[in-house]
């Protein structure tokens, strides 16, 4: 059978059902929004490489969060070697200012308040190594009916660079 190609570019036939895109070694949850195959892959390998983008997906019954190595280094935690965890971990690296209020907002969403699935925060951390006061941006979003949310799926990214000078003082935001 000849590989189809695009301008040179091996095209890949759609995965199966129930078949998704993984990064070898990293038994993580399927990269959907950047394709599927081999250019999925490709596509998030690239968004974590230049774009320091973590990738997440929280199981809300369970209270657990898979994410990739990085955003384990964006909170300045150890890459453990199962990268399912419980949620609370990262919690407790908000900084205390902010903490109680991203919960709020948090559980808002949860129930649905503003009838949006779609969530975008930037928010304080202290990294764990550093003690230095970060700014993290979550893009996610959530699935479920109100109130009975089951899955989160996102990604984040250390923004810190891009704020400006006096941004300590910033109250987180929320879109």
């Known amino acids: 059978m000849r590989r189809r190609t695009i301008r040179g570019l091996p095209v890949f036939p759609p995965l199966s059902q129930g078949e998704t895109a993984r990064f070898p070694g990293m038994s993580l949850f399927e990269l959907a929004p950047l394709g599927r195959g081999v250019a999925g892959v490709a596509r998030g390998r690239l968004a974590m490489k ?34 399912e965890m ?7 690296c908000y900084h205390p200012e902010d903490r109680q209020g991203a919960a709020d907002r948090f559980a808002s969403d949860l129930r649905r308040d ?3 699935d779609d969530y975008c925060e930037r928010v304080r951390i ?25 899955h989160i799926v996102g990604i984040l990214r250390d923004v810190t660079e891009l704020m400006p000078a006096d941004a ?8």
């Open 50 to 83: 230049f774009l320091g983008l973590a990738f997440f997906d929280t199981d809300l019954q369970r209270d657990t969060v898979k994410i990739t190595p990085n955003g384990f280094a964006i909170f300045g935690l150890p890459t453990p070697d199962d990268q």
């Open 168 to 175: 300590s003082h910033q109250e987180p935001s929320t879109r």
């Open 114 to 116: 503003f009838d949006r």
């Open 86 to 92: 419980p949620r609370g971990i990262f919690w407790s």
């Open 126 to 150: 202290l990294h764990q190594q550093t003690g230095e006061t970060r700014w993290v941006e979550f893009i996610r979003r959530m699935f479920g009916p109100r109130g009975q949310r089951t």
